[in-house]
């Protein structure tokens, strides 16, 4: 389908999330193995078109829970990783259904080991929390869980994992937490030998930390061609471009306020478009008033006003020969110009991971 159709929609460049994929093996060497994390929806991006995508190019995908697992399961072969906790009553359906749960608790590794009895053992994440509060086993608990764990007749572990939180903020903090992981790693091989795996290298870990890159990484954002760490983003290429329309056109006089509110008031006879686009399909409210612009025929054309549900206004007054259904470029580049994501988030006072997974399920998503 043509996208002149779409009101809104996210183009999603295919050859840049391999691309991407190439940097995370340039970094880590043919041996370490990637596991792709497409949960969130592929952190805006599309599950599934992703996970396609990138099938020849990654040896996991990690997921946040059993429905994204099950929608996935149907459309690829390789392993999923839950890599969010499970509720009780999900524990069944993730030993049927044949996925790697992320375990933090005895308690979590007995009830899937009772629901693989009679099957193929259960393979599990065994989490160990080195600092991020979320999840996994204490550190001082980690190793006598483990025995118990390891012991469980249904039970086989597949990879030891723990999570970096400011591995984009404190580089010291993240080398201990990395050091002590390891330490951890070899206590538990040289007492309960196996042949699991260690994950713990997120995208900021990739790309700043990969000294050693332990068995498995995760990535993530850098997939997406967004740089957790601003100096590397020189080194991806984004993948999404987020596009609307302009679907109406009008000369304002001086002094006629703009969207709900009046918060802006024309100061001069303005061209004001308005866009098929709104907060409804994810675009920050909060960028209403804060020097937000959008692309237009390669120009930088202001916001004005307040974001409103389904559309929202802009300045065209400078761009020669604006046409209503004028291609519109919210993040994204267009000719020499480009909007980031970091320009967004910054902006609107968020993180990038929020900018691209909020943009709602009616922007179309179509992959290039």
């Not at 592929?42 to 997921?63: D, I, K, P, T």
């Not at 519109?328 to 110009?337: S, T």
Request: glycine share 8%; proline share 5%; net charge negative.
């Amino acid at each position: 389908m043509n996208s002149e159709v779409y009101r809104c929609w996210a183009e999603i460049d295919q050859n840049a999330l391999r691309q991407n994929a190439a940097v995370v093996r340039e970094k880590l060497g043919p041996s370490v193995e990637v596991l792709a994390v497409v949960k969130a929806n592929a952190y805006g991006h599309g599950m599934v078109g992703v996970a396609r995508a990138l099938a020849s190019e990654v040896q996991f995908f990690g997921v946040a829970n059993l429905e994204e697992a099950t929608i996935l399961s149907r459309e690829v072969s390789h392993p999923l990783i839950i890599l969010g906790p499970a509720l009780s009553e999900e524990r069944g359906p993730i030993v049927e259904g044949g996925f790697i749960p992320s375990v933090s608790t005895f308690e979590e590794a007995q009830d899937f080991d009772r629901a693989a009895a009679g099957r193929l053992p259960v393979a599990i994440n065994f989490k160990v929390d080195t600092g991020m509060g979320r999840m996994g086993v204490p550190l001082a608990e980690a190793v006598a869980l483990f025995g118990k764990v390891v012991a469980l007749p249904n039970t086989k572990v597949h990879s030891l994992s723990t999570h970096l939180p400011v591995s984009n903020e404190d580089a010291d903090f993240t080398r201990a937490e990395l050091a002590q992981f390891g330490r951890i790693v070899k206590q538990l091989r040289a007492e309960f030998p196996g042949d699991y795996k260690a994950q713990v290298l997120q995208s900021a870990g990739v790309l700043a930390f990969a000294d050693p890159p332990f068995d498995i990484v995760r990535a993530g954002i850098m997939l997406y061609g967004i740089s957790p760490l601003p100096e590397f983003q020189k080194l991806l290429r984004p993948v999404m471009t987020w596009k609307t329309h302009i679907a109406l056109i009008r000369d304002l006089p001086a002094g006629h306020g703009i969207s709900y509110g009046r918060t802006f008031i024309t100061p001069r006879e303005m061209r004001v478009a308005t866009l098929s686009a709104g907060y409804a399909d994810g675009y920050p409210r909060h960028l209403s008033n804060r020097d937000a612009a959008v692309l237009v025929r390669g120009q930088r054309c202001p916001l004005l006003g307040r974001v409103t549900m389904d559309l929202m206004m802009i300045d065209v007054s400078q761009v020669d020969g604006v046409a209503v259904g004028d291609e519109v470029v919210l993040m994204g580049r267009q000719g020499e110009q480009e909007i980031p994501a970091t320009e967004l988030a910054e902006g609107a006072e968020t993180i990038t991971w929020e900018i691209t997974t909020r943009i709602g399920q009616r922007v179309r998503r179509v992959y290039v």
